[in-house]
Nanobody, 118 residues
Framework: QVQLVESGGGLVQPGGSLRLSCAAS????????MNWYRQAPGKQRELVAR???????NYADSVKGRFTISRDNAKNTVYLQMNSLGPEDTAVYYC????????????WGQGTQVTVST
């Protein structure tokens, strides 16, 4: 059974930081590209950051220089360090794992709420 379990969300003041974690089980983590998406109320889900098997990273323009994605293959975990948070970062953040193993594999976590507010 595949599980992606996010943690680390919460309420933070503008300018603050949070680190999200996503622990994966039931997959061969090291062969999966890992993504963080977010969805704000009334908006479409958007890709925030991606880290490939080789460790290459990509970021949405809106978070470049503020967010950092990383992975620990020994712990089957991907992280999203979020700094200089603003109200525009308020959203549910989702972990996503994708790979082509014979067929396309695409798994999602349940999401963790991040709220940036005074």
């Amino acid at each position: 059974q595949v599980q992606l379990v996010e943690s680390g969300g919460g309420l933070v003041q503008p300018g603050g930081s949070l680190r999200l974690s996503c622990a994966a089980s039931g997959i061969l983590f090291g062969i999966y590209t890992m993504n963080w998406y977010r969805q704000a109320p009334g908006k479409q889900r958007e890709l925030v950051a991606r880290i490939t098997v080789s460790g290459s990273t990509n970021y949405a323009d809106s978070v470049k220089g503020r967010f950092t994605i990383s992975r620990d293959n020994a712990k089957n975990t991907v992280y999203l360090q979020m700094n200089s948070l603003g109200p525009e970062d308020t959203a549910v953040y989702y972990c996503n794992a994708v790979a082509k193993v014979g067929s396309d594999r695409n798994y999602w976590g349940q999401g963790t709420q991040v709220t940036v507010s005074t």
